[in-house]
């Protein structure tokens, strides 16, 4: 039986049984000596990639399905257990992922929100037009799933044209072409907006970039005011990293959003990156707090890209696998306490997209849960 149909095409308790049964034979084989051949003869390789991929599926698999098929066995998915705490689940996507029947599956049955990982930036979508975002946007509407589009201003991904030599009016009247077109194509169809992204500095203020150059601070305030002209439906969100917990640059943050609510700009939310590392991440409480003084403001919370390395941690990879599992499980929970919570979103569903070794995602290269996945659903369920 193809493996790669298994999810579509049996029942879930059968399923787990299988990954069972897949696991029990995994370490059968170790026992009596096949994992000790060498890469090559199973894959015509002997690179450290192969031999990684062999060690990973080896290791999450049995690790993973022994908790699968005793304690989370009736379970329900990520999507499921969202949509019955009111709670958008989702993950940073590609349209090219969906030509995989494993990955367009994992997708659609687990997350009820997705975002798009570059195709609505404006350099790729001035390069390469809008046929990777409507693909994107046409997903979402066929599987039920709302859709976060993202970013409308950066000061990375921009069309070559758009640089130093611009004058201030016109990058102006190219910035307003730009979020008007976008914004007004998706009108109805998208949720919710990533309208300005990464403007605060690390070390002290605002980031110094080509708007803030250019057009001074009040370009923040133009971005949203034109996203809302454009779809006055939208939730408009301010999306940045390092601003996770409570530390400077989070009140940097939030001392800009709060004048942005003061002013009147029509801003509804600020995403939360979170891209961390198992080995030194934001105290979960100080999430929790800087969730509550955003709400304080009548802003929504969005942790919007969220994923835990654990290649930078010691440990064996069992270890480390279920240290990934609590970091997840304890930043997520306390969030998920907080009614202005509105949106979980992770950078990503399969370790297979991961270069780094890092192996920073819910679900194996192959697809399988990882303890991280069971640390999120506990954290939803509970």
Wanted: hydrophobic share 40%; charged share 20%; glycine share 10%.
């Amino acid at each position: 039986m193809n493996d790669k149909m298994m999810p579509a095409t049996i029942g879930r308790r059968k399923y787990l049984k299988y990954l069972g049964l897949t696991a029990a034979g995994i370490a059968m084989g170790a026992a009596l000596g096949y994992a000790s051949r060498d890469v090559e003869d199973l894959h015509g390789s002997t690179s450290a990639s192969c031999v990684t991929q062999k060690t990973t599926l080896t290791e999450t698999i049995t690790g993973t399905v022994t908790e699968t098929t005793t304690d989370r066995e009736n379970s329900s998915s990520l999507r499921a257990a969202g949509d019955q705490r009111g709670i958008l689940v989702g993950a940073a996507s590609f349209p090219e992922g969906f030509e995989d029947a494993r990955y367009a599956h994992t997708l659609a049955r687990e997350f009820n929100y997705l975002t798009p990982e570059d195709q609505m930036k404006w350099g790729p979508i001035d390069a390469h037009g809008y046929g990777s975002a409507d693909s994107l946007v046409q997903f979402a509407s066929e599987h039920q799933m709302k859709i976060k589009g993202h970013t409308l201003v950066w000061h990375e991904s921009l069309p070559t044209w758009v640089n130093e030599q611009m004058s201030a009016s016109e990058l102006r009247n190219a910035l307003e072409a730009h979020i008007s077109t976008l914004v007004g194509r998706y009108r109805g169809r998208v949720l919710a907006w990533d309208v300005v992204n990464e403007a605060v500095d690390d070390k002290q203020g605002l980031r110094r970039t080509l708007f803030l150059e250019k057009l001074g601070e009040g370009y923040i305030a133009e971005a949203f005011q034109l996203a809302h002209k454009a779809d006055p439906d939208a939730l408009l969100i301010y999306n940045d990293y390092g601003a996770e917990g409570l530390n400077q640059k989070s009140d940097r943050v939030f001392s800009l959003v709060s004048k942005l609510v003061a002013d009147g700009v029509p801003i509804h939310g600020v995403g939360l990156q979170m891209h961390i590392s198992a080995g030194g991440y934001p105290r979960p409480e100080d999430v929790a707090s800087n969730v509550r003084r955003l709400s304080a403001l009548g802003l929504g919370a969005y942790i919007s890209e969220m994923d835990v390395r654990i290649g930078d941690v010691p440990g064996s990879l069992p270890e480390r696998l279920q240290l990934q599992r609590r970091v997840y499980h304890d930043v997520v929970a306390p969030c998920l306490k907080e009614k202005s919570f509105v949106a979980l979103t992770f950078w990503g569903i399969t370790d297979a997209r991961s270069t780094t070794g890092a192996y920073p995602y819910l679900f194996d290269e192959n697809y399988y849960p990882k303890p991280a996945y069971w640390g999120v659903l506990g954290a939803l369920t509970e």
